[in-house]
């Protein structure tokens, strides 16, 4: 396993400052944010030129990039457009995931399933793995619902964040059930209260996560997915978070 950290981490940083940060903070590997709302990298900037994409992420400070969290707000062909642009930029970079969000509470399931379709098959072309993300007040966020997504959608694997069991509307929901989809995590210590808490001051368990993974011989990145709290050392908690989970390795 790969102990990773997003750029989503640096909401306030361009892309260049958030690798070298990551790289001050001494990981050595990066799941590069990709989001139209941020001031990284935009969906619409890799279609528009995925040359110079290719040249931004590849200018990655040593640290490995594992993963592309992808936003896209475009809809229609514009979406498809933009999602087949970063599964080359994906194939090119050499990085075989890709995280992409689960749609909103209310959308038809049949719908969302002919989506996930059309992003899986896209990728497939490059060679790339899609993974949905759990999330609350979204499709995927009950585990029996994503259970039926993963099992309806072939090769569509799961970017598994735990906290969203441990604080929010999900809260008690066993995800036991979704260990066999995992492709990729996203990790912060979260209370049933509060969704993001200081290292070691919440109940998410990483010992027996990691156990778990270990023995379905998981050799994918988990990413660290803190971001900045009034009154608390952001740096520091990303340092406690990649030393912790280093130590369970």
Known sequence: MLVAATTSCFPD???????????DLEFTAVEIAI????????????????????DRCRKSHR???VNYCVGITATGDEHYQQFAA???????????????PSAELGTPFNEEVE???RLVALAHKEGVQV???????????????????????DNLG?????SVYVCGSEVGKDPEKLIKYI?????????????????????????????????????????VDIVPQEGIEHSAEMRKMRLLLESLL
């Open 183 to 223: 492709r990729h995590l996203y990790l912060r210590d979260s209370s049933p209260d509060n969704y993001q808490v200081r290292v070691g001051q919440g109940t998410v368990d990483y010992g027996q996560l990691v156990h778990t993974l270990n023995k379905l011989q998981y050799r994918r990145a988990m990413s």
């Open 131 to 153: 993974n949905i993300r759990n999330q609350s007040d979204c499709l995927a966020a009950d585990p029996d619902t994503i259970t039926v997504l993963c099992d309806n959608v």
């Open 63 to 65: 640290l490995d990039v």
């Open 13 to 23: 940083l361009t892309l260049d400052e958030s690798l070298e940060r990551l790289v």
């Open 115 to 117: 989506h996930l379709q």
């Open 35 to 54: 989001n139209e709302l941020d001031n990284q990298i935009k969906p619409s900037e890799i279609l528009a030129d995925v040359e110079n994409a290719y």
């Open 86 to 100: 970063i599964c080359e930029l994906a194939r090119i970079t050499k990085v075989v995931s890709i995280t992409v």
């Open 158 to 162: 799961l970017a598994f964040d735990p």
